[in-house]
């Protein structure tokens, strides 16, 4: 089975810093990568995933990660984070079997000050 | 409107209580699920559906029970609820396939708390 491991719970920025969020996870196939926001009151939306092809995915918002497969990581990155970024960011994996499931990270809670 | 649809989105109740959450979306899709979000804890798969005829225990089935009405509708009961069932829950859904599985579509979420 697979997991996902978010390694740090809560993340304290200024605005127009720089952000990275790390995520790896342990699994021995091949899996599509996710990342699922979580703005404060709301339900989780996604951000961005990764199925093949190109390692560095873009998502909405300036948001990009990218899949570096021979360290099983898919890092979130943002180069100037805003205000409203605060949110609570969710890695997640799915292997790519027909029946599969999606498995959570813990989050992350991300802070920016104005 | 919302594509996945939850209520009620907020309950207050007492122990040994039977509660009902109840989906329902208008996506179309095949799948869905049943998760429970605590802090810190991130999102734990309580029961999940591919079909109308299939349902599937997740990671934490124990003092829940689901029914799938119809393609649209998916409820989540809690039979006797407990205080440690006090928690944020979120239906959702996604189409079948193996990427596509992946990217799920949540409902606004239910809060319940247990007394």
């Known amino acids: 089975a697979q997991s996902v491991s978010q390694h740090n719970h809560h993340v304290i920025l200024s605005e127009a810093a720089s952000l990275e969020l790390g995520c790896n996870y342990s699994y021995g196939g091949t899996v599509n990568l996710f990342w699922y926001v979580q703005y404060p009151g709301q339900h989780l939306q996604l951000l961005l995933k990764y199925f093949s092809g190109d390692p560095l995915v873009k998502g909405i918002k300036g948001f990009e990660a990218e899949f570096i497969k021979s360290k099983f990581s898919f890092n979130l990155r943002k180069p100037s984070v805003q205000w409203s970024d605060t949110a609570e960011y969710f890695c997640a994996v799915n292997s790519t079997g027909a029946n599969s499931k999606l498995t959570f990270g813990k989050g992350i809670t991300l802070s920016v000050r104005p | 409107d919302a594509d996945v649809t939850q209520t009620p989105r907020n309950r207050i109740t007492k122990t040994g209580k039977r509660i009902m959450l109840e989906c329902s979306q208008t996506?179309?899709?095949?799948?869905m699920y049943w998760y429970r979000q605590d802090p810190g804890l991130g999102l734990q798969l309580i029961y999940y559906?591919?079909?109308?005829?299939?349902?599937n225990k997740g990671e934490i089935s124990d003092g829940y029970s689901v029914s799938r009405q119809a393609q649209a509708k998916f409820s989540l009961s809690l039979e006797s609820a407990i205080p440690n069932q006090t928690a944020l829950y979120f239906c959702?859904?996604?189409?079948?396939?193996?990427?596509?599985?992946?990217?799920?579509?949540f409902g606004e979420g239910s809060r319940l708390t247990v007394l």
């Open positions: 996506k179309g899709h095949d799948r």
């Open positions: 959702a859904t996604s189409e079948a396939g193996t990427g596509s599985a992946g990217e799920l579509f």
């Open positions: 559906s591919f079909d109308v005829k299939d349902i």
